[in-house]
């Protein structure tokens, strides 16, 4: 009879599971997150863009989801470049070592911008109100407090009024995009790891075993 497994290597084991599954559903929700962010209006934004960028945001991000696990197997050469490293010259194998560097780090670098873009956003949207209020596009009506005039300017601005129209909705795509290729990019990661039966340990002292035949 086989000796049971301790609690704790369970309790590790089903973590680290769940951890893999939620990297790559949240890959997913990531891409659809924009379409109940503008229902709920989380996010403040003029009337005018909202079903723009409800479409747009959800289409590019499924768009990058899709284009991301497209090249998994170029991908998958980058990340485990010491288990999937050919006959290289060295000039090839430095630039190949820098690059699979580079992509380790990119989803922190996709994290920061995602982060500055919406400070970046917020900071546009003050300042396109701002313009649109005194542009006195909108004839408010006397019963508008000053704390609802905000409101009321993303409400009822028409697009062509809209001041800084494009740079809103680069920003606002930029915020969700980034995120997006964050997610995809370790969930990613995850999906090669499992596929090639590469352990933890093994990466960590980096002498994993070649890939396993599929």
Known sequence: MAEAEPSEARRVKAFASFFKNYMSVAAVVTAALPLP?????AIPMYKAHRALLATYTSLFCFLLLAYIFYNRHRLARWMFRELVAGAERDQERKFH???????????????VVSLLCVFEYHH????????????????????????????????????????????????????????????????TKEYLQDLFKIGDRDLILTRAPAPRAQ
């Open 124 to 187: 546009t949207l003050d300042q396109s109100i701002l313009k649109v209020l005194d542009k006195k596009v909108l004839t408010l009506p006397p019963t508008t407090l000053p704390q609802t005039t905000e409101d009321y300017a993303l409400e009822h601005t028409p697009l062509i009024f809209v001041d800084r129209s494009e740079r809103l909705m680069m920003l606002y795509l930029s915020i969700f995009l980034a995120a997006e290729g964050a997610f995809v990019l370790m969930a």
């Open 97 to 111: 070592d820098a690059l699979g560097r580079v992509i380790a780090v990119m989803p922190l670098v996709l994290i």
């Open 37 to 41: 962010v503008v229902a709920l209006r």
